[in-house]
């Protein structure tokens, strides 16, 4: 099933295609193929004359390859765009091809951008009036989606904040902390790669003379928009490290606490040891060997010798 779009009084309307017959009557400005099997490219290979090449969303497509123009006009750009869920968020590629004023768009999901556009073209009347207004537009739309992405971070971060900087962290809240800022680093770095490819393509419309003034100054919005995103995303880096590090320095606290139970009890134990040792030697000539007070002396001295380095342990503080 193709997702075809007509203008019609400054309105976008959207048809689903399901045969070569019901294309023909049809004058698109936007031909949108998610997951295409061979028989819809065949329909377009039919009715349109153009090819769709079996890699068109292949993610290892050579840098290269992603913004070009044919000799018959054809302007070819491959882009990234994000999917942002609570699962896995990703970056899903998606090709574009104008042809004849029809833009031809290849991916292999439903996008949130794409439907957002959708939405805005079908209430706001004149919003689209040809096929680089529909890249224009999707391209804009993903930088304000980026940008909510972006709102969402600081609001994770916020909450990861407050569990960070409360008096006590155990082992256990470290961990779900450490969890949670991965997920946004990760998230981060994938609308940083998101808004990256949005400016080259977008860079590219300019330097392809496709543009009239009214899209060269939108494209030009667009790219400020980005730049302001980039300093968003480094902030949220820099914040992010800042998280990981006092984390990290809370678990190290934590660890160190352990180590000092157990090397305060290490010495502890030493002065008995020592005694326990003197009275273990085999020498003939000992006077307490032949008191019947000697071994409860011994114990008695073996216990005040672990009592006494815990008290002065604890007034100094060393316990704590």
């Given at each position: ?17 399901e ?48 913004f ?6 054809e ?12 699962v896995?968020?990703?970056n ?40 680089k ?12 989606y ?5 709102e ?22 470290a961990?779900?902390?450490l ?30 003379r ?19 995103l980039?300093?968003?995303t ?14 990290v320095g ?12 157990f ?9 008995p ?9 085999n ?17 008695v001295?073996m216990?005040c010798?672990?009592?006494?380095p ?11």
């Amino acid at each position: 099933m193709l997702n075809v779009f007509s203008l019609a009084n400054g309105r976008l309307f959207q048809e689903e295609i399901e045969s070569l017959d019901a294309l023909a009557h049809v004058q698109p400005v936007w031909v949108d193929l998610e997951d295409p099997t061979v028989e819809e490219k065949g329909w377009i290979e039919n009715h349109f004359g153009l090819i769709i090449p079996a890699d068109a969303v292949d993610d290892d497509l050579e840098e290269s390859a992603r913004f070009y123009e044919e000799d018959n006009g054809e302007l070819h750009i491959r882009s990234d765009f994000l999917i942002d869920d609570d699962v896995t968020p990703r970056n899903v590629r998606v090709a574009f091809i104008v042809r004849n004023n029809v833009l031809f768009s290849i991916h292999g999901e439903d996008l949130p951008v794409f439907r957002l556009l959708r939405l805005r073209a079908r209430r706001i009347p004149a919003l689209i009036e040809d096929a680089k207004d529909v890249l224009l537009k999707l391209y804009d739309a993903d930088a304000e989606y980026s940008a909510d992405a972006l709102e969402g971070i600081y609001d994770s971060l916020e909450k990861v904040s407050a569990s960070v900087l409360k008096k006590d962290v155990n082992d256990a809240e470290a961990g779900e902390v450490l969890a949670a800022i991965a997920r946004e680093e990760d998230l981060n770095g994938r609308i940083r790669r998101n808004v990256m490819d949005t400016r080259r393509a977008v860079s590219f419309m300019m330097r392809s003379r496709m543009l009239n003034a009214e899209q060269f100054e939108e494209s030009r919005q667009i790219l400020r928009d980005i730049d302001s995103l980039d300093s968003h995303t480094a902030f949220l880096f820099d914040k992010i490290n800042f998280l990981m590090d006092a984390t990290v320095g809370f678990i190290n606290i934590n660890q160190n606490k352990i180590i000092k139970i157990f090397s305060v009890a290490s010495v502890a134990l030493l002065p008995p040891t020592l005694i326990a040792s003197i009275y273990g030697m085999n020498f003939k000539y000992m006077p307490e060997l032949d008191q019947a007070w000697g071994y409860p002396f011994a114990l008695v001295l073996m216990l005040c010798s672990v009592a006494a380095p815990f008290i002065y342990f604890r007034r100094k503080g060393w316990l704590r």
